[in-house]
């Protein structure tokens, strides 16, 4: 059977990166200022090449491409935006891709594609799998706590996009095969995790592991059947209205945290138990640490409809059938904590 995970090794430990730079060959970094800081010392020899990603614009990643010295590796290490030029980098060489994420916020770590601009523009390109991906929890313990904890938010999303790829299919409604054996392996991901939640609160070695292999396993059932549809649903698209909306960034984690909450409340989908899971582990959810106000967040959910009315691509979930009232929202936010 074909394991569709997208890591080929895992070196994970207190301290896994140590001696990592005596292991790879040549190898060239590819970085940003702070992982590069708690992370260089530990490598044990040298780079051929620091790059410090400013960008991950593909115009300027050609430029670094064009400049990279010989050498046999490309070291991520960092976040979102290092470790997907690393990725990128790789794959255009045919390089061996190693990567050192020091944050687990958001999950480049673990999905193959690349994610580039292009003239602004986001895009997924090409495909690189690291040999090893090495979770060192010191390196990630120099983040705050609270930002590897955002990672549990696209796993946490099962909950909800799950019930919606199921609420489709009951409609006649769904636009891949429906498959239960993709929704169990997700309700498994779930049932490991909520074993999990003091050890992720607390960042523990135990912890910041099973953030990692939620991951893992989500890529497993996901490349397998080709979409992310147990994973993403009526949650992210709220989250996309409020992108649209407010037209800034926000931490990932937390607002697809907000999400699930209120729409899990719409499902009628065990609203109570995911609020628990949220705050045993320390997961920020609230409107307040997203610097979003009622009334924007009230627009939002009454835009909501029609705003994936719009979206063809979008898929069909809870909202295209569950009507947002005005009372309705009323009672979600008065839920919800505001700055
Ligand atoms: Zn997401």
Redesign the pocket.
Known sequence: MTDHTNVISLRSGSDAARGLGRDIGRYVAVTMDIPWQVTADRLGKPPEQVIFVETVEEAWLEERLRNLPPCDTILGIGGGQAIDAAKYLAWRKGLRLVSIPTILSV?AFATPAAGIRRNHEVAYVGTASPDPLVIDYGILRTAPPELNIAGI??LL?IHTASFDWTHAHTQGRSEYPFDPAAIAGGRRILDTLYRQLPQIRDNSDEGLMAIVEGYLDLNRICLGIGHFRI??GSE?YL?YELEERLQRPFV??YI?GMGILLMSRLQGNDEAGIREVMQEAGLPHHPDILGISRPDLKASLLALRSFVARRSHLWHTCINDIPITEAWADEALDGLRFG
Request: aromatic content about 10%; charged content about 25%; overall charge negative.
């Open positions: 999950n938010g696209d999303s994973e993403e992210h989250f990932h984690g697809i």
